[in-house]
């Protein structure tokens, strides 16, 4: 099993030592031949021979280039200090894939295994020349929604990404009350947030704004993240307060909203319109937590 447990460095990029980890199981024709058919991809990965996801000349939006960058450097350092440093030995689930960019880097930080689903084809089929590219055998993809998810199928998982995926749900209330059954621990949410520019702090009621966007055309720039959006749909966009209540009613506690603090993130991070939360499953943490039957 191609794996490892060592964190990915603030320093270093996303599939950056790709060819001193392990030789290609690809060849660099095959690889190329791959990228040119299922390009443009949503998260900028490295690959062997030099190659990467991201290019330039068939990108649609710097988020391409940026997002999967971005978010490690806000995520990644308190994700994995809650962990002990790595994620050995936990199972992790990827909601929303995309090109599974997330995925290997939880796979590269020691998890165990990941799990990532997509409710479309394209992400999904990206995601698996990406593993298949850099050769992890312990992650897998599937093509899904939330609502296929039963736990009896795919047991628990210690750690459960829910990144760009909030703000698209017709019921998000269902939703994360789904993912509260298929979570054993850690949750953590990054979304698109309803802000009042002049008096965020200000507002104590949970408040969501819908938004009705178009369908998804190929031309449009936003492919990479909107295809599975083939006709009009409605988004809600929750304000802070609403993102602690609902996980606070679907089972998780001491949600922490991490602080923009890294000097390279996305911008909408720093304007308060992105924002990623942290919360732990309630029964796993606490002074019951490693209580058995007959006492601690």
Known sequence: MRTSAVA???????????EERFPALMSRSEMEAQLTELAPFHHAIELPFGL???DAATARHDRERTRLRSLIDHLWPRMLETHGGSLAGLRVLDIACNCGGFAIEAARAGAAEVVGIDVDPHYIRQ??????????DNVSYRVARLEDLDVAETGSFDV????????????????????????RDMIVVDTSLLRFRYFDNLVKWPLWRMKVVPAMRDSDHDITTGRWRTAASAQFYPNQVAVR????????E???????????LERRYYQGKRATFVARKRAMHGPDRFRGPDGP
């Open 8 to 18: 990915l460095s603030p320093a270093a990029a996303p599939g950056s030592d790709a």
């Open 254 to 264: 001491g949600v922490e909203l991490l602080k923009p603090t890294s000097p390279n």
């Open 52 to 54: 990467s996801t991201y």
């Open 245 to 252: 209540e609902l996980l606070g009613f679907a089972g998780f």
């Open 127 to 136: 995601a698996e020349f990406i593993r298949d590219a850099l050769g992890y």
């Open 160 to 183: 459960v990404f829910f990144f760009g995926i909030l703000y698209h749900l017709a019921d998000p209330v269902g939703a994360l009350t789904r993912i509260s059954a298929l979570a």
